[in-house]
């Protein structure tokens, strides 16, 4: 049965720092009011999006979705790449009508944002204030956005959001450091990176690695989507000297059944945070390039 995406300003895009539990149920928090769930999703120009919840929080409707939009098989593969997912959440937030996105995700710690070449260790977060993509993904269906209004990338991530996540991200015991800002690298998907791959990125600038955020960020700038993320490292990047602190998936899967809970509660108090006093200033608005639909002139 067809569904027609509610109306909502706010939305969350969970990742794997929550994967571990049911959002927000888990959460068992009396402020968050589970309205409705979309186990179908919603048809998008992409194909059709995994399944989303709207929330009220602070009064306000937030769409939310697990793992960054992927679906997962029987096997446990995702069906659809990541950058594919990404175009079916946005599809949903444009015709939702947000206008400010939180997201969240687990990384690898390639190095400190304050002491180049230190090691960022497991529990560590970093706000991300800039991401690099070293690789294109194939296209996937018809460009969002906008031809008269072309989308810049100074300042890829809400400077008014990155705050509330910050202040706090700082409140959270857990949190063994809390960074702002951090550079995110988007890795290929489908398998981890090599050791020779994460020297490459850490003299490249990269403070923590993934594979999703470089798929959302441009096109929540394209759509006029205030955005920002939080990444909790996870593990050390390949190669650093400290090891992997799970080298067996119970290791792994301790970890995340531990930091679901905390994560989702700093996601919402930041979000709340932003809904009952506002965002805060950003420049996100000032970076576009206007009319160029005007061009190529006809005849050039």
């Known amino acids: ?16 720092g929550t994967w571990g539990m049911r959002f927000p149920e888990d959460l068992g928090r009396d402020d968050v009011e589970l309205v409705e769930v979309f186990d179908e999703g919603f048809e998008t120009s992409y194909g059709r999006s995994i399944g989303f919840k709207l929330l009220r929080v602070a009064g306000e409707h937030v769409l939310r979705t697990a793992m960054h939009g992927v679906r997962y098989g029987d096997g446990g593969f995702p069906v659809e790449p990541p950058w594919v997912a990404s175009h079916q959440v946005a599809s949903v937030f444009r015709d939702a009508g947000v206008k400010w996105a939180l997201v969240e995700g687990s990384v690898g710690g ?28 194939s296209p996937c269906g018809p460009p969002l956005g906008r031809r008269d209004k072309v989308a810049r990338y100074k300042e890829p991530f809400c400077a008014g ?7 706090r991200s700082l409140r959270e015991p857990q949190f063994a450091a809390v ?4 550079v995110y690298v988007c890795a290929p998907a489908g398998r981890f990176e090599s050791a020779v791959e994460i020297q490459a990125f850490a003299h490249l ?20 989507i ?12 390949e190669g650093a000297d400290e090891g992997w602190s799970g080298e067996d ?10 930091c679901a809970p905390i994560v989702g509660n700093v996601m919402v108090d930041a979000l709340k945070h932003v809904i009952s006093e506002g965002p805060g200033a950003c420049n996100c608005d000032s970076y576009f390039l206007d009319r160029l639909d005007a061009f190529p002139v006809p005849g050039a």
């Not at 960074?179 to 951090?182: A, I, K, L, S, V």
């Not at 798929?215 to 394209?222: C, D, F, I, T």
């Not at 998936?249 to 531990?258: I, P, S």
């Open 1 to 16: 049965m067809a569904s027609t995406v509610p109306d909502a300003k706010y939305a969350l895009i969970g990742g794997s």
């Open 110 to 137: 390639i190095q400190s944002p304050d002491d180049p070449g230190r090691p960022l260790p497991p529990w560590s977060v970093t706000i991300t204030d800039d991401f690099m993509m070293l690789w294109s993904p």
């Open 179 to 182: 960074y702002d800002p951090g």
């Open 226 to 237: 205030h955005f920002a993320s939080l990444n909790i490292v996870s593990n050390h990047a």
């Open 205 to 224: 600038g990269a403070h923590t690695v993934g594979q999703t955020l470089g798929h959302e960020a441009p096109l929540m700038r394209q759509l006029g």
């Open 249 to 258: 998936a119970g290791g792994m899967g301790d970890f995340y059944a531990t």
């Open 161 to 167: 959001l990155r705050r509330a996540l910050f202040a």
